[in-house]
């Protein structure tokens, strides 16, 4: 095409699945599918908004949020520089399109996101909209659809980005607690944290015809495994062969389809109990106000911060000394923080994950649920644990002794020590992003206590699906992030040597997190590091638990769970306004 002349480049284009030269107006008149192959050509949001809802009842939802660059992120560009980039080329403010608009003349809120935005990444503002369009559709009682279209989480803003998994998968959950239709439309690519959240855990899973949708992709699938990806992975149809989603749509039927679906679930709503009005929007101040000690922000000057060497440690070493092999592992803790481990297994669907433990066990006179990752310390205990990487199976395990647990009014510890979750192709097939945007969805509205720990490694949407909680403590060399530095330094610089970078710019330490409000409270490590003496990090480690987990036993079920969507509600934007406390 380099010969053609400009003018003449936009009158015809190349097919992506073919190479025809198709003539532009009669794609579009196809609506960008071509007529030869059936590929169907990515849609940047406005078009796709205009394909879907019905002529003349498009009504735009406010998109201006405060600049945010809550971790002043920089890799070889600052990022705003990369944002101002993203919103020339495109016209859009962000990544994500909200409106309220009629389908087949049934009226539904839409978030349709924009893969041509830095990569449809999920950001603090990305997560925010699609959350207060969600919220839009609880107070209007109408339907939410979202039509997916991302690399995942947004690295330039850290574990924030992460914890909009969460925000928006809460405002989800809120739906279906009222008994509101939530559609996921998949588009291609959908990967990440944006699969591993609200476009797996809706009620309906679309996924539009030559569609790709997985936890992760195909280039890190092929990094681990070191093996060729089976053909047609992570597809649309592959998807529907392993039960990942509802249908398999082609783009011209897409309306017709999801009106069906409205006027389908729009029928039935009157003949069921009806649903106590849910909050509308966040309380904060309110709630901030009867918050007993879980809602304390995070003060760094009243945390346990003991610094063992006086020179601040660089991220990098702490993210060696998070994974050393003689750190104590979640087995160790159950033995020297906690007493009576019973060891439950299973996910009563076919498997048994070896990474993840859990049970139940006594915490000086209480009875509590723990849940862990569990590595080890000599190579075949760690091939055997699969490194401490979740399966599918997993999860599920880990979800169904939350559930139990809510069940039985005994409170959840969770232990985070993971790399990431299980990144292999059985894992894809059997739905881990699925099965991880579950566990999120069920954290943020378990009606028991939950407090999580990151002990060592919290790797991504793995550790998140462990660690959405009501109090969250890290132990003082622990990491959490929302991408490995090696990985992240893979994508943004120019090869993964630059990892102890990445892991500066992601800011994934202990006191880096807690000042951003995403931990509440560091257990200081003894002298040296947790391996040096795992006796004394026991016994601070069951300090920390016991001076947390008790006033929570006190809070009724339904404010705790209020009080921990309030937590992650402030994820959004209006952190932007810290950003001098996150130097
Ligand atoms: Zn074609």
Known sequence: MTATAPREEQLWSRCAGCASLLYRKRLRRNLDVCPECGEHARLGAPERLRQLVDPGSLRLLPDQLPEADPIDFVDVLPYPHRLSAARASTGLSEAVVCATATIGGHPAVLAVMDFRFLGGSLGCAVGELITRAAERALDDRIPLILVTASGGARMQEGVLSLMQMATVSQAIAALREAGLLTVSVLTDPTYGGVAASFATNTDLVLAES????????????????????????????????????????????????????????????????PVPRQEPAPRRERLAETGPTPARPADPTTVGVEPTNPAVRD??????????????????????????????????????????????????????????????HTTAELVARNFGMASPAGHRKALRLMRLAARLGLPVVTLVDTPGADPGVSAEEQGQAAAIAENILTLTVLPTPVLAVITGEGGSGGALALAVADRVLMLENAVYSVISPEGCAAILWPDRSAAPQAARALRLTAPDLCRLGVVDEVVPEPSGAAHDDPAETARRLRAALLTNLLPLLDVPPAMLVRLRRQRFRRFGTTRAGSRAGAR
């Open 210 to 273: 030559g569609a790709r949708m997985g936890f992760a992709g195909p280039r890190v699938i092929r990094q681990v495994t070191g093996r060729a990806l089976p053909e047609g992975f992570q597809t649309a149809d592959v998807l529907l062969r392993h039960g990942q989603v509802d249908m398999v749509v082609q783009r011209r039927s897409l309306r017709p389809r999801l009106g069906a679906l409205l006027a389908a679930t729009r029928a039935t709503r009157p003949s069921r109990p």
């Open 315 to 376: 991220a990098w070493d702490t993210v060696r000394m998070a994974r050393h092999p003689g750190r104590p592992t979640t087995l160790d803790y159950l033995d020297s923080v906690f007493d009576g481990f019973l060891q439950l297994h299973g996910d009563r669907l076919g498997a048994d994950c070896p990474a993840v433990v859990g049970g139940v066990a006594r915490l000086a006179d209480r009875h509590v649920m723990v849940i862990g990752h569990q590595k080890g």
